[in-house]
């Protein structure tokens, strides 16, 4: 009956706004304004249902209450936003965000994006993006720079949402303004986190924290009957006076004593006579509220009437109604709940009030409902919106690249995307064989690591599972973690006898001289990220040293080091290191995980075809350019490292031995025009 009583209220808004326009309905010798009028309800759930209506009528409404801006569906898109952008890999996050009042996705969209490994790439490199933003200039610009490129602000106002557009900036706002405090972006996302908490556990917000108008235009106004005491409106709606909140069932109860104390009391505990003394003070209290919300219209008051046995026995206008006999409240209740026909006993007491009202006022009893109506004359029909965008060049005497950034422009690479950060790389996600092109295709009933599914989002589950790993354990005993993966990516429960086997591969097979499993927790550091500071990266320069016998590079590396094409660097590498960790030898391994598909069988991981599949895809500058970080981190620590391995792990293709790990050893005296460059940085 809730949804029911907001349809007729909006619908009857609707009617008289389009009378308005058509200049047959004015108030004060002119035409009624959409901000004459005001809506009472008790509750933001009320409130929320007919704004929600009105806006189906393509009428405009504003809530005017006490409530904080991070109560809000804007807060928790934003808040799953920097999570997505903190933690690339959580694909979920970044779902609730399309699926939330910032994109409003379908379900089939979603579906859409599961099955679109590029469309899904790109939403992974705008979070890299957006996260460069944020450390050159602070959340208020990166956000912005998200928003410009998704079309957020047009698509907000586009739909109308200018509620939505509103508490978006309030709360971008606010996070700038804590940015301000230094704090890092972790720290910035759980802030928001602790105020979203804040706000639901009804901690009264801030004035910079109250909800804010969505704009100076006259809209309709959804006032709490609380909030509306002291206001006046034209034209006045009430379509939940006839709704009660039963607090019967409630199992704790406070009582006011007649002397003026508080008690409370367990509901096994309450006396009848101390519950017909607080079902007489609800009483009074819903009394109070409700003169108050009878009391705001100048012109018109709009009331609607709904009767069943569970609310209306101790429904304060019904009492008022039925009270014209002086009858107490619990023999008003008592007629109502033995009423034969409650319904009609509520119109006869509606009629007979109106039958004996002043002859000063005019009263109007009707059972018709409203036709279903739309504003026809909303401002949104005549105009277009567009966010407006100032672009701007910046400087680019100090950049922020990667990997990726460097190598997306070689001859070689098909792949034209960015880097998550952490991420997969993109050729993880190229749904085919490289360098095995011309492999047959997997067989579909084959459950082996080889036939698990390719492409960006097996990437990214392979990779969550490898940071969340416990390698001191067998994979078995970590089943639960794994199948939980398996099922926030969409993967089937008959892979997970698969994946176990590969994890265990992987703790177990050796690096150098020891496995993974061997190697303590306290000598391995997961996820290590990185920003390297280079003065002086020279093209010409990386070519000369990759083809160094030195350097004891794969040919077929030194030959696609010739097709590297991008300009000489003077600024910043970031990246992310999958794991680094140091043997019980001393030896520091340099580990990164490869989910790549370069064939069917075991067979297809040769080091021939793994010297391939690197060259092709320039892993070679990936592992020079986190052995220079790792050398750096070092040196600057006062523990110049005499060598460090490096242990690219491809993932489908290792069976416990060499099969599968591609290696390279390097000096890191060779390093040492990379390292000592800047090595104060």
């Known amino acids: 009956m809730r949804g ?40 933001n759930n009320e409130a929320a249902m007919i704004a929600g209506k009105l806006k189906q009528r393509r009428i405009q409404s504003v809530l005017l209450s006490r409530q904080s801006v991070f109560d809000s569906a804007e807060a928790d898109s934003l808040s799953a936003l920097i999570g997505f952008w903190l933690n690339p890999r959580q694909t979920d996050w970044l779902r609730f965000v399309l699926t939330g009042v910032l994109f409003g996705y379908t379900a089939k969209e979603i579906y859409e994006l599961n ?19 944020w450390r050159k200039g602070g959340i208020f610009a990166a956000v912005q720079q998200f928003a410009a490129l998704h079309d957020i602000e047009t698509r907000l106002l586009k739909g109308g949402n200018e509620r939505s557009l509103t508490n978006y900036y309030q709360i971008l706002e606010l996070l700038a303004e804590e940015d301000s405090q230094s704090r890092n972006p972790a720290a910035l996302h759980k802030w928001l986190n602790e105020q ?19 704009s100076d235009e006259k809209l309709v106004k959804i006032v709490t009957m609380h909030a509306s005491k002291g206001l006046q409106y034209p034209l006045v709606y009430c379509p939940f006076a006839w709704d009660t909140k039963d607090n019967s069932k409630e199992n704790w109860k406070i009582l006011h004593t007649e002397s003026h104390e508080t008690e409370l009391l367990a509901k096994s505990q309450t006396s009848e006579a101390e519950l017909s003394h607080l079902a007489d003070e609800k009483t009074a209290e819903d009394l109070r509220l409700l003169y108050v919300a009878l009391t705001r219209a100048e012109e018109q008051l709009n009331i609607y009437a709904a009767a069943n046995k569970n609310c209306t026995p101790n429904n304060p206008f019904a009492y008022l109604l039925e009270g014209l006999s002086d009858a107490g409240r619990e023999s008003v209740s008592q007629s109502y709940k033995s009423a034969t026909d409650v319904v009609e006993m509520l119109k006869t007491n509606w009629q007979r009030f109106i039958k004996n009202a002043p002859e000063n006022t005019e009263f109007a009893f009707t059972e018709e409902a409203p036709p279903e109506t739309v504003y026809q004359y909303s401002r949104q029909q005549d105009q277009a919106f567009s966010a407006h965008s100032i672009k701007r060049r910046d400087f680019d005497f100090i950049r922020h690249t990667s990997f990726t950034g460097l190598s997306r422009h070689t001859k070689s690479t098909d792949e034209q995307h960015e880097p998550l950060q952490p991420a997969i790389d993109p050729a993880e996600s190229a749904d085919r064989a490289m360098p095995s092109e011309n492999l047959p295709p997997p067989l579909s009933d084959g459950l082996d690591i080889h036939h698990f599914p390719r492409g960006t989002n097996a990437g990214v589950c392979l990779h969550e599972m490898l940071e969340k790993l416990d390698f001191a354990a067998s994979a078995e005993s970590q089943s639960e973690m794994i199948a939980e993966v398996l099922q926030r990516h969409s993967f089937e429960d008959k892979w997970l006898p698969t994946v176990i086997t590969m994890l265990d591969t992987c703790r177990l097979t050796p690096l150098i001289n020891e496995s993974l499993s061997q190697i303590p927790t306290t000598r391995r550091l997961p996820e290590m990220g990185f920003t390297l500071y280079m003065d002086d990266f020279k093209l010409d320069d990386l070519r000369r040293w ?6 004891n590079l794969p040919p077929e590396c030194v030959q696609a080091a010739q097709l590297l094409d991008f300009h000489d660097l003077q600024g910043y590498l970031n990246g992310f290191i999958d794991m680094v960790c140091q043997d019980s030898d001393s030896n520091v391994v340099l580990i990164d995980y490869k989910s790549n598909h370069l064939g069917n069988d075991a067979s297809a991981y040769t080091q021939q075809a793994m010297n391939e599949a690197v060259a092709h895809h320039h892993y070679y500058l990936q592992a020079l350019i986190y052995a220079v970080a790792i050398a750096r981190y070092y040196a600057l620590r006062g523990k110049p490292l005499p060598q460090i391995a490096i242990r690219y792990l491809f993932l489908r293709g290792m069976d416990g031995s060499d099969q599968g790990i591609w290696k390279w050893d390097i000096d890191t005296a060779l390093l040492s025009t990379f390292v000592e460059r800047k090595a104060n940085t």
Request: aromatic share 8%.
């Open 4 to 43: 029911r009583a907001a349809e007729y209220c909006a619908d009857e808004i609707a009617f008289a706004l389009n009378e308005a326009a058509e200049g047959r309905l004015n108030f004060k010798g002119r035409a009624l304004e959409s901000g004459d009028i005001a809506v009472l309800v008790r509750t």
């Open 115 to 133: 099955h679109n490994e590029h469309q899904l790439l790109k939403w992974l490199e705008s979070s890299a993006q957006a996260m460069e933003k």
């Open 196 to 214: 979203i908490s804040r706000a639901r556990s009804g901690h009264f917000p801030s004035d910079a924290q109250t909800i804010r108008l969505e």
């Open 546 to 551: 990759f083809a160094s016998s030195e350097a």
